[in-house]
């Protein structure tokens, strides 16, 4: 069960689909069971 704290980066990548390492984001966040997301990267990206 492999399990990763989600850095702010990390979502930002994934959700701009412009961006050069969106695929990279996309792979890495699905191929995880669970994510750890702390509070601080909530409001980072609201």
Known sequence: ???AII???CFIYYLVEDSDKHTEALSTLESLDAWLIPPIV???LV
């Open 42 to 44: 909530v409001y980072e």
């Open 1 to 3: 069960m492999p399990e």
């Open 7 to 9: 850095d702010t980066n």
